[in-house]
């Protein structure tokens, strides 16, 4: 079988090849485990998941090295520690676990190997001081950063300049930094923060470096693919190719770079910075489907927003409405061929309303729903109130004076003059 991918480095469909067909190495970025992940994080895991279970099916199970990584130590999981009061590890294995339960409910397979970047603090270390020995990275205020100006092919990967990489960096430019562009391998820590001895004073290591490190130290110096999201593309994945390369003598860290698309609410991605995300508990109790329905028939957040909304969803008896894949896009298409939503059809509504009443009272026809007194005349007492049913202030019929049309522009019949309701 002959596989193909999009190789983010070239911009090309190239055929794959292994460097050993007997140990194919691939390396994902995995969560920042301060927090529940939303069903945006679960994209990488779930199409990556499925490449190593291909690679797996071609060069053996026993021949494939998928390693998916662990942050677990960021600014954003000591804000969330001192805000409860706990160590890092708390908050840490607390949200590891149900990260992996998350993933385990979406059907996705495990990695091989599950690094954790404070087990691996000696090895970033050691890179740091080659990578200073070499003259690719210098030490200043207790900070390691790298030095951008010593790599030439910097930005290669994400083919951005210089303007745009100093505008896209995560930190502020510093007073001192060689260069604009230059990135933390190293940085101190306070007293209330966690931090490990190193030869520039106690401090943490920075987020691009550990990587680097966990994948050097579990797949080599070199490995076959290096996959995640196109959000990582820059400055992350831009870094640790030339953290990587320097401290390795010039190897080439990935052969294939590959990337999946965001998950998108109303064209924009899903992020925690823009409030528009949700939990995988909480899009699987609110649309009363399971994780798995999430994972390949919701093709968007929009959907399911949708069945969250709308109880027509819910029913099991709807037929399956066709799904539109963009072509040009990597994201997936949120516009459906039709939407059966209550509120775009009042005719929808009020049928709803009466299959709602006859299933509370057990009623089988139509007569018998006219009989019962749901939709009763009221001419001939004149008053509502002594025409109401008690089961009126759960289930609220939509006047029939308003005549609704079907779609097959067929008129309900026979139509009394007065709806029973509050």
Same mark, same amino acid.
């Given at each position: ?20 067909? =007997? ?7 995995? /969560? ?6 939303? +069903?945006?994080?679960?994209?990488? /895991? ?30 954003? +999981? ?37 690094? $954790? ?31 951008? =100006?010593?790599?030439?092919? $910097? ?19 510093? /007073? ?21 001895? =190193? ?9 691009? +470096? ?35 390369? &320097? ?84 994201? +997936? =298409? ?22 709602? $009443? ?16 749901? &939709? ?20 609220? &019929? ?25």
């Amino acid at each position: 079988m002959k596989l193909q991918l999009h190789n983010t480095l070239t911009r090309r469909v190239e055929a794959f090849s292994a460097q050993d067909p =007997s140990r194919v190495t691939m390396y994902l970025c995995g /969560p920042t485990v301060y927090n529940y992940v939303h +069903i945006g994080n679960a994209r990488g /895991p779930v199409v990556f998941g499925l490449l190593a279970r291909l690679l797996k099916r071609i060069y053996g199970a026993t021949h494939v090295v998928y390693a998916r990584n662990i942050t677990d130590v960021d600014d954003k +999981i000591n804000a969330a520690a001192a805000e409860l009061g706990v160590p890092i590890g708390v908050i840490t294995q607390r949200y590891a676990k149900a990260y992996a339960e998350d993933m385990a409910k979406l059907g996705v397979d495990a990695p091989d190997v599950v690094p $954790y970047a404070t087990q691996h603090i000696d090895r970033i270390i050691t890179m740091c001081e080659r990578l200073i020995a070499d003259g690719h990275a210098y030490a200043a205020e207790g900070h390691v950063l790298f030095d951008v =100006s010593s790599y030439a092919q $910097y930005g290669h990967l994400s083919r951005r300049s210089r303007e745009d990489m100093i505008d896209g960096a995560r930190v502020e430019v510093a /007073p001192y930094k060689k260069n604009a562009a230059d990135f933390v391998l190293w940085k101190p820590s306070t007293p209330d923060l966690p931090g490990w001895d =190193s030869p520039w004073g106690r401090g943490r290591p920075g987020w691009h +470096i550990e990587c680097s490190a966990m994948t050097a130290a579990h797949l080599g110096e070199t490995i076959d693919i290096h996959a995640g999201g196109n959000d990582l593309m820059f400055p992350h994945h831009e870094n640790e190719v030339a953290q990587s390369t &320097c401290a390795h003598g010039g190897k080439v860290f990935a052969r294939y770079w590959v990337h999946n698309g965001m998950l998108t609410v109303e064209g924009r991605k899903m992020s925690k910075s823009l409030g528009n995300t949700m939990q995988l508990t909480t899009a699987s109790r609110s649309t009363g489907r399971s994780p798995r329905w999430i994972r390949h028939g919701a093709r968007s957040m929009a959907g399911i927003r949708r069945c969250a909304t709308c109880p027509l969803y819910r029913r099991r008896n709807l037929p399956k409405y066709r799904r539109r894949f963009s072509k040009r896009s990597p994201t +997936i =298409s949120t516009r459906p061929r039709r939407l059966p939503c209550l509120r775009a059809s009042p005719t929808m509504h009020a049928k709803l309303q009466i299959h709602k $009443y006859r299933k509370t009272q057990k009623l089988r026809s139509w007569p018998q729903v006219l009989s019962s007194g749901c &939709c009763r005349s009221s001419r001939s007492s004149g008053s509502r109130a002594a025409t109401t049913p008690a089961h009126s202030t759960r289930h609220r &019929c939509r006047p029939w004076s308003t005549r609704v049309r079907l779609r097959n522009s067929r008129r309900i019949s026979p139509r009394p003059t007065a709806c029973a309701r509050n």
